[in-house]
């Protein structure tokens, strides 16, 4: 009986990993900035993101965000003194890409992926001069 049980807890604990979807990812060429261009941004309307796998995020007004690189998708942003993530079936650190005044996706700076955001949203940010 106990084995039934113990066999029973394992198959519904590896079906609940199977439900969530994969972050969507696509292979990406980032050129870092020189750290004389890696200019600040403030957030300055929160966003509430739904991501396609489910989960959601919130981009917080306020937060700070200091520009890492550039992607054919937009301007990479990494948080300062914060980490952001996004989640599907596995958490992944996450930058915000920015093109054009919208969050396009998000790189992925320990796999080197961007991932799309679909659909884009708009972003409010103010450049902070140091």
């Not at 991501?51 to 690189?69: C, D, E, F, N, P």
Request: aromatic content about 8%; glycine content about 6%; some cysteine.
């Amino acid at each position: 009986m106990k084995t039934k049980i113990w066999l029973a807890s394992i198959a519904a604990s590896v079906a609940l990993c199977a439900c969530a979807p994969s972050v969507p990812v696509q292979g990406v060429q980032f050129t870092p900035v020189a750290a004389t261009q890696q200019q600040r941004m403030r957030i300055v309307d929160t966003v509430h993101i739904r991501l396609s796998t489910g989960y959601s995020r919130r981009i917080s007004s306020g937060s700070l965000w200091r520009l890492a690189g550039e992607l054919p998708q937009g301007f990479a942003y990494r948080p300062i003194n914060d980490v952001f993530t996004v989640e599907g079936r596995q958490v992944h650190e996450a930058w915000l890409v920015v093109k054009n005044e919208r969050l396009v996706g998000f790189y992925l700076p320990g796999e080197s992926h961007f991932s799309p955001l679909d659909p884009t949203q708009s972003i409010t940010t103010e450049t902070l001069h140091d």
